[in-house]
């Protein structure tokens, strides 16, 4: 079976989670504290040489890092990664531009508010947040939407 090392807090752990589960592929999940530090652990650093989550661990021992590696190594052979190479250079490119532009935009204003920073934060908010609200309720209308965290 697959294991994932993920965290709770993690968005790009969280995308392979739903993918993991949408493809029906079973999978244990290993999660990580990444507030205690448990990524800098020695094992963990052998199964991720960026000592990061997501790591996809096969039984094997091998390990695939980085969530958009991740991500098109369980596409393969799925109707979510087409055969036609143009378009599998368009899924590429689209699973960078998300991990080099829009992730930080995402990513930073939900960490200012975990942390309880947000007021602090605000003015760098703001600067991350033309149209992303709106971006966000148009995801979350998407079928099959699952929330990163649970909401209490």
């Known amino acids: 079976m697959l294991r994932l090392y993920d965290s709770r807090l993690s968005g790009n752990a969280w995308k392979v989670r739903i993918l993991l589960t949408q493809l029906g592929i079973p999978f244990e999940r290993v999660t990580l504290d990444l507030a205690k530090g448990e990524t800098a652990d020695p094992a963990f650093r052998a199964k991720s040489r960026f000592a990061r989550v997501p790591v996809l661990e096969f039984e094997d021992g091998r390990t695939i890092v980085e969530s958009a590696a991740i991500m098109l190594f369980l596409a393969e052979g799925s109707a979510l990664l087409p055969d036609d190479r143009y378009l599998r250079a368009e899924v590429t490119s689209w699973l ?4 080099a532009d829009l992730l930080r935009a995402l990513a930073l204003p939900r960490f200012y508010h975990m942390r309880g920073i947000a007021d602090q934060m605000a003015s760098r908010i703001a600067d991350c947040f033309p149209s992303i609200g709106a971006w966000l309720q148009r995801v979350k209308a998407q079928p099959g939407w ?3 965290v649970e909401e209490v």
């Open 96 to 99: 960078t531009f998300e991990q």
């Open 146 to 148: 699952v929330p990163l």
